[in-house]
């Protein structure tokens, strides 16, 4: 039995909650989030379960981690700075961690003396610290970063990712600017408030263990503007204005393009797909028509990575370090 | 530096060799063949590289064996317990092996207790024993698996591989019996001839990691006949001759298909692809328009696999047990 204690009960913490409990091997022990709404409630019903489960949500971070635990699922922030206390708590309460902090993904570029801090703290204490989700952990660099395997030569990789918004939750509509007009979508980007938290991480994840050789990284956000009216379940976007966003992420080589990565995510999108190219030796292309899904694959690839984790080598360890794959919560007799 | 040892010079064997010449990281320091054409005479010659590469092949494995190196690369045969000698000495010499033999790609199911004894001599040395290529190795196991990190729920696994036999090498055409009479073709399936090894393998690679509950494994193969005339580099199928082989294996659970691989191997196959289905939360569909090259890629997953096999938990490892990605030769240095 895999026990596992929640750290962060916004709407991916209670999915992935709610899909541990799907898991016959994992035991919610214990859960942890500042909301005075959801301190003191049983976990069970603060995730969206029709029953208890005898556990409170406490806000006391090293009262829950004093619980005997394996993994801690970890799901509070975007920006390792604002979750690293939390996650060195955790290491040092002994306990794995699984953590959809997009920046944890592949910290070495961007943060790569607090990625070393981490990753000594986690074998100080045995244990094993790793971001994933599906974007940043599947779709941008695991795939790909699989998909190589078969190749004699690597030149370049491009992903491009398609997302229909207006299939998605409201807050994801609002999150990618549709309705706006394009002076609020560009003020808003610059406010920093419509951004994909990631692509950065995916581009330098496949770049290093690639071995290809990145001088830097660049990203710019720009808006898809409606051409004809697109109503969703939940709002109404005029022809001119923003139907959402295009991020475009460019890993680049000594004047040449190494690893691109192209994020579209907007309500009326007619091709959502995720589709990856590899350049080299053979030229190689795979397509997910439709896509992977965002919100149900981020807390599946979280849990999914549960027992991996638990049975990782010690330390930080990136998608490309683990083998990833569906956690059955038992596996069948013959492996037993 | 790796120092790797060729244990096998056929047409597979050779590219495996040639391939590890272009890895910055990975020197040949040995090389054993049966062959008395290639016997005596230097491994690069026989490879087919234009250069010696100072070690002479020779059919005495214990004395090149004896030579210090961190992997055998291995491509000698199909069937595990004709090749189980080969394996368990190349351990005994404490060497890491990474063999293209089908059956050990996942050997648990039909040979369980050689697996036990294998993975227990591996780890006796201290040594990690995986056996790999496209497929098995890959397009029907590693790369499902993978797709199955984004899924909250898995019911059934489906993959089809289409390969146009018309574009690959003389043997391949004949060895799924393009040309024949279709008497002729399923007198070859009786004796064993034509036949695609490592579908079961992968079958059962994917149900017992996913937890999926078979009872049993079955194996169809049959003709692809030729409707029109069909013209290759080397040979032409006229309409009603065989122009390749279909073979379906089915992992079943109580009365119905859990698992379901589908190799299609013909000339002229106009829609050439590899395709994954997952069904389960969410259903998710995966293509490689064109599909796989094999022989490029079995050498490639192969060669890639050495640094990581170098690295890897003593033992029997599968696919599912390694995080697999193309070899640099040398990471980036923000990895180092």
Redesign the interface.
């Known amino acids: 039995m895999l026990r596992v204690i929640l750290f962060g009960l916004g709407p991916i913490g209670a999915a992935i909650g709610r899909?541990t409990q799907?898991k016959p091997n994992m035991k919610i022990v214990g859960a942890i989030d500042v909301d005075p709404a959801k301190v003191g409630q049983d976990v069970g019903r603060v995730i969206g379960l029709d029953r208890d489960l005898g556990v409170a949500v406490s806000s006391d971070a090293a009262e829950v981690l004093a619980v005997p635990a394996d993994v801690v699922l970890h799901c509070t922030g975007s920006y390792l700075e604002q979750v690293k206390d939390q996650l060195i708590q955790c290491l040092r309460a002994g306990k794995n961690v699984v953590s959809t902090c997009e920046e944890l993904s592949y910290p070495?570029?961007k943060h790569?003396a607090l990625s070393a801090d981490l990753d000594q703290v986690a074998r100080d204490n045995g244990v094993t610290l790793h971001g994933t989700g599906?974007n940043p952990g599947?779709v941008m660099d695991?795939?790909p970063?699989?998909l190589?395997?078969?190749?004699?030569?690597?030149d370049r990789v491009d992903v491009t990712r398609i997302v229909d918004a207006g299939k998605r939750r409201l807050p994801l509509q609002k999150k990618v600017g549709a309705g706006m007009s394009e002076v609020e979508f560009r003020q808003q980007v610059d406010a920093g408030v419509i951004k994909h938290h990631g692509l950065p991480e995916s581009a330098?994840m496949i770049?290093?263990?690639?071995?290809?050789?990145?001088v830097k990284i660049e990203e710019t956000i720009e808006p898809v503007m409606a051409t004809a009216v697109v109503t969703t379940e939940y709002l109404t976007v005029q022809p001119g204005q923003v139907a959402g966003v295009k991020q475009i992420c460019e890993a680049m080589g000594d004047g040449k393009v190494l690893v691109r990565l192209e994020l579209q995510m907007y309500v009326g999108a007619p091709d959502a797909a995720d589709t990856v190219r590899v350049h080299g030796?053979?030229d190689?292309?795979?397509?997910?028509?439709?896509g992977?899904?965002g919100d149900?694959?981020t807390?599946?690839?979280a849990?999914?990575?549960v027992p991996l984790v638990a049975e990782a080598r010690e330390g930080l360890r990136t998608a490309?370090?683990?083998?990833?794959?569906?956690a059955?919560?038992?596996?069948?007799e013959?492996?037993a």
């Open positions: 899909l799907d070495r570029r790569p599906v599947f695991k795939l970063l699989t190589t395997s078969v190749c004699q030569q690597v330098a770049a290093d263990y690639l071995g290809l050789p990145i030796k053979p190689l292309t795979l397509t997910i028509p439709g992977t899904h149900l694959a807390a599946a690839a849990v999914n990575a490309a370090d683990l083998p990833v794959r569906f059955p919560g038992k596996l069948a013959v492996l």
